[in-house]
């Protein structure tokens, strides 16, 4: 079984950063891609950022040149590195690991999610 568990979220004015973490642990872990996604009330999960094993990276349109995604292979953790935050942003913040199982398929793990609210 494999956990994922976030931390880094909490309340920041409009401008601010905040970084988010998000460690992945389980035996034998071999990571395909760490990443995080975001869903606020009354709207669907979109993609904030992912990251594959091999460092390529894709990020949502309404995030891109504000975030940045980064790894630790070693502690299988990711970070998301969030600037210049809007209201918009506000939100609960899930990450999603994909691991590789029996070296023939891929399967995908959610974490508890942790909440970004962005306001005065």
């Known amino acids: 079984q494999v956990q994922v568990v976030e931390s880094g979220g909490g309340p920041v004015q409009p401008g601010g950063s905040l970084r988010l973490s998000c460690a992945a642990s389980?035996?034998?872990?071999?990571?395909?891609?760490m990443g995080w996604y975001r869903q606020a009330p009354g709207k669907q999960r979109e993609l904030v950022a992912t990251?594959?094993?091999?460092?390529?990276?894709n990020y949502g349109d309404s995030v891109k040149g504000r975030c940045n995604i980064s790894r630790d292979n070693v502690k299988n953790t990711v970070y998301l590195q969030m600037n210049s935050l809007k209201p918009e942003d506000t939100a609960a913040y899930y990450c999603?690991?994909?691991?590789?199982?029996?070296?023939?398929?891929?399967?995908?793990?959610w974490g508890q999610g942790t909440q970004v609210t962005v306001s005065l």
């Open positions: 389980g035996s034998m872990l071999i990571i395909n891609s």
């Open positions: 999603y690991v994909e691991v590789v199982v029996d070296r023939a398929y891929l399967k995908g793990y």
């Open positions: 990251m594959i094993s091999t460092g390529a990276t």
